[in-house]
């Protein structure tokens, strides 16, 4: 076991523990990784692929979230919210499902299972 300190004051113990546990399901998992001007919670790379994890929690005001999803357009190849199942129709109206994505963290887990298994990498399942 380890610990982690949150050092946000202003992030939830939710959003910390999540983007955490998604951290931990491959060794090339950044998190708060900065790219460009902005930071995404959760990034995988794996050669020429990187997809973009946003956990989402209903905090983030509409401009905000309009900015975010540019600029994911132009950074990943692919990029997901997670967000809670009470909170999916909600995101999923911002989503394409082909390129952007929202998902429950379960199901988020396990398509990212599903794209290391694809690429051929390892999972770490903790």
Request: charged letters at 30%.
């Amino acid at each position: 076991g380890f610990y982690i300190l949150k050092n946000n004051p202003r992030e939830s113990n939710y959003h910390f523990c999540i983007k955490h546990l998604f951290a931990e399901l491959h060794k090339n998992m950044r998190v708060e990784e900065q790219v460009g001007e902005r930071r995404v919670d959760v990034a995988l790379y794996l050669n020429d692929f990187k997809l973009g994890i946003e956990i989402e929690t209903g905090g983030n005001r509409k401009e905000y979230l309009a900015a975010k999803i540019t600029w994911l357009d132009k950074e990943f190849q692919q990029w997901i919210f997670v967000c809670p199942k009470k909170l999916e129709g909600t995101y999923d109206k911002l989503v394409d499902n082909k390129k952007s994505l929202c998902m429950t963290p379960k199901r988020a887990k396990e398509f990212i299972q599903e794209v290391l298994i694809n690429l051929n990498e390892p999972i770490t399942d903790r």
